[in-house]
């Protein structure tokens, strides 16, 4: 079955303490991005990566960090999070840029 | 980032009525999308536009790329309990081809 899978769904965490959100696609896409969504505000894009080792800021790229070293996984680093870092995270991933991004189920990260 | 105005931000309608969203940027888009999120699941693709004055169908919902290419509508025809959840525009504008900017969501209540 054609998915993009995010782990874990959900975390609590403390201020400081690196985590890792890991994103997988078995679709062969190229083009993969992370967005949070917070209340009123929709979803705002972080990073975004066109295809391996390419990889760009969003609009929120502030407090994270991405790699894109194989093609179908797409983690999200916060190196030092921060209570203003949780959120619903969604992982995405299209063909292209061009084509309409299929969407995990989300990972929901209180940091506190 | 870019904004888009998406509106209503809720609506509450009895099953079998007719429903209409809207959404509007400040600057020319080229690719309109319409996404529908359900709790606790990422937002899935409803219907894709490309096209300035596209008129798109899928089922009973029905999505139109304004001539202007600033807006874009979304129709629900003859509503069913399943249609509850949150409604995003998401579009792609001509300058920053690399992101999609989403909407604030429509939350969209049917009673049965």
């Known amino acids: 079955e054609a998915q993009v899978t995010q782990n874990p769904r959900y975390l609590i965490t403390v201020t400081g303490k690196k985590l890792t959100v890991t994103c997988s696609q078995n679709?062969?896409?190229?083009?993969m991005s992370w967005y949070r969504q917070d209340p009123g505000l929709g979803l705002r894009q972080i990073y975004y990566s066109m295809n391996v080792e390419v990889t760009d800021k969003g609009d929120v790229p502030e407090g994270y960090k991405v790699s894109r070293k194989e093609k179908r996984n797409f983690p999200l680093i916060l190196e030092s999070p921060s209570p203003n870092q949780t959120s619903l995270y969604f992982c995405?991933?299209?063909?292209?840029?061009?084509?309409?991004?299929?969407f995990g189920d989300g990972t929901r990260l209180s940091i506190l | 980032g870019q904004q888009l105005n998406q509106s209503p931000q809720s609506m509450f309608i009895q099953e079998g009525e007719d429903v209409s969203m809207n959404c509007t940027s400040s600057s020319i888009f080229n690719t309109w999308l319409w996404y529908k999120q359900d709790p606790g699941e990422g937002p899935v693709l409803l219907i894709a536009?490309?096209?300035?004055?596209e008129l798109t169908s899928n089922g009973r919902l029905t999505a139109q790329f304004g001539i202007t290419r600033k807006d874009s509508f979304l129709n629900i025809s003859a509503s069913i309990p399943s249609d509850v959840g949150i409604y995003f525009c998401?579009?792609?504008?001509?300058?920053?081809?690399?992101?999609?900017?989403f909407g604030t969501g429509t939350r969209l209540t049917v009673i049965p």
């Open positions: 679709m062969n896409h190229e083009y």
């Open positions: 998401a579009g792609r504008n001509q300058t920053g081809a690399n992101n999609l900017f």
């Open positions: 536009l490309y096209k300035a004055g």
């Open positions: 995405a991933s299209s063909l292209d840029f061009n084509q309409p991004q299929h």
